[in-house]
C-alpha cells in the first residue's frame, strides 16, 4: 500500500516538474534556435518593446546580419513601469 502512495507522488511530482519546463522555457529569450552556418542563416527570440515600455517576444529569423522574418509568440507579452529602461546594450538591433 505504501509503494502504490510513493508511485502516485512521484508520478503527480513528474508531471509537475515536465509542465514547470514547457511553460517557462518559451519564456527565455536570445536563445539561438536554429542555426546554418553555411548560409549564415539563424533564428532566435528577443523581446521588442515599444515607447510605453510593452515588450513582445519574437521569434527573429536573419541571414548574413539581415532580417528575414520575425514572428510574434503567443502569450510571451509583458507590461513594464514607465520608469523602467531597457538593460540591453542595443536593444533595436533584431541581427546582430
Known amino acids: 500500500m505504501n509503494i502504490k502512495k510513493i508511485l502516485i507522488i512521484s508520478f503527480f511530482i513528474l508531471i ?4 514547470t ?15 546554418n552556418s553555411e548560409q549564415e542563416i ?3 527570440t528577443k523581446a521588442i518593446c ?13 541571414q ?3 532580417l528575414i522574418n520575425s514572428k510574434p509568440i503567443t ?3 509583458i507590461q513594464h ?7 540591453r546594450t542595443n536593444p ?3 541581427c546582430e
Do not use: M, R
Open 21 to 35: 519546463f514547457l511553460i517557462l522555457n518559451p519564456l527565455i529569450t536570445g536563445k539561438v534556435i536554429q542555426s
Open 42 to 44: 539563424y533564428t532566435h
Open 64 to 66: 548574413n546580419k539581415t
Open 50 to 62: 515599444n515607447s510605453s515600455n510593452f515588450c513582445q517576444d519574437y521569434v527573429i529569423t536573419c
Open 81 to 87: 513601469s514607465e520608469d523602467w529602461q531597457d538593460p
Open 75 to 77: 502569450g510571451a507579452i
Open 16 to 19: 509537475l516538474l515536465i509542465t
Open 92 to 94: 533595436k538591433e533584431l
